[in-house]
DNA sequence: AAACTTTAGGTTATAATATAACAATATTGT
DNA sequence: ACAATATTGTTATATTATAACCTAAAGTTT
């Protein structure tokens, strides 16, 4: 585990090491971080919860970028193919990745209350998949798991 | 692994186990299995693929059951509600529950080419979730995993 | 630089999935 | 039979996502 998203830190910082990232893995595969794209990703990681496509048109709007539907999810569908956001399916949403470029199953927990997300270490996901692959005889190619509940702060803040 | 659906087996079987299965959970909690909430677990039933809701529509139309997006979305929740059936997330889908009444994650592969779907041991999510929950301090509530990639049948289809 | 190719973005329309709100009917409990 | 509750009918609409086709920008080759 990286981070805690349920803890106090330095937000910028987070932001700021996803942008790198970013323009590392562009130049390394020859893509372009274009500014909707990069503003798209900044979006989404304005803060630790995950963010519909329909969220964005506006502040892309707001911005002056063209905000037809077609725009955000270009740059969503490019992100993700970078690997740079997830894809969050139970919320029809999207969210920052903790460590792109290294090819991992999207492994979440999400607060109920608070919405916030964080990435949770996905190698137990690995195991599962080589179980199954050896029990079945199947070939697994992408896996996402989704934990929902309640945060530490939110479970406090309950009682 | 009760079953392994890239087997041939009695699918007969399948159907009339869940149906029973759903009889016997309906009574317990003083629940109504209604004509159409009996129809929609058959058809979701009708083979291992996950199926839409608005598949099931022209389905149920064509058996003189009211056909409008309500109608199945309530028999849908109902079938959740007692986990006679679990939703593929990232297919916007639905498919049989092979031990409802026993409180468990969803867990589920699905081949990409034949789209049928096996439900997976969930155990080890047991262990991601009290990890993370130990970890973290977060209460989980529910989870789920997707698995994607070929089936046996599929892979050697593909050579 | 001009011509060409490739990639990205603009635009309009529509598809696919899901729910809100309220009326009518059926079932259950008294 | 009556009231209370659960289920279904019906209409409308919200939400999420993609198709198709056109324009513009950037990269490549000559």
Same mark, same amino acid.
């Given at each position: 585990m990286t981070q805690n998203v349920y803890k106090h830190h330095d937000h910028h910082s987070c932001v700021d090491s996803a942008l790198n990232k970013a323009r590392r893995l562009c130049e390394?595969?020859?893509?372009?971080?274009?500014?909707?794209?990069?503003?798209?990703?900044?979006?989404?990681? /304005?803060n630790h919860k995950p963010v519909g !496509?329909? @969220?964005? &048109?506006?502040k #892309?709007?707001?911005?002056?970028?063209? *905000? /037809?539907?077609?725009?955000?999810?270009? !740059?969503? @569908?490019? &992100?993700?193919? #970078?690997?740079?956001?997830?894809?969050? *399916?139970?919320l029809n949403a999207f969210i920052g990745c903790n460590h792109p470029g290294e090819a991992h199953p999207s492994c979440f927990f999400v607060c109920r209350e608070c919405g916030r997300a964080q990435e949770l270490d996905s190698r137990l996901m690995g195991s599962l998949a080589s179980k199954a692959?050896?029990?079945?005889?199947?070939?697994?190619e992408q896996q996402m798991t989704e934990l929902?509940?309640?945060?530490?702060?939110?479970?406090?803040?309950a009682s």
């Open positions: 390394e595969s020859g893509q372009r971080l274009t500014p909707v794209r990069q503003r798209v990703l900044e979006m989404v990681w /304005a !496509a329909y @969220d964005l &048109l506006p #892309l709007a707001e911005e002056g970028f063209n *905000s /037809a539907p077609p725009t955000v999810y270009r !740059a969503l @569908d490019f &992100l993700l193919d #970078l690997g740079l956001i997830h894809r969050i *399916s139970s692959e050896e029990e079945l005889g199947i070939k697994v929902m509940g309640l945060c530490p702060i939110c479970q406090k803040e």
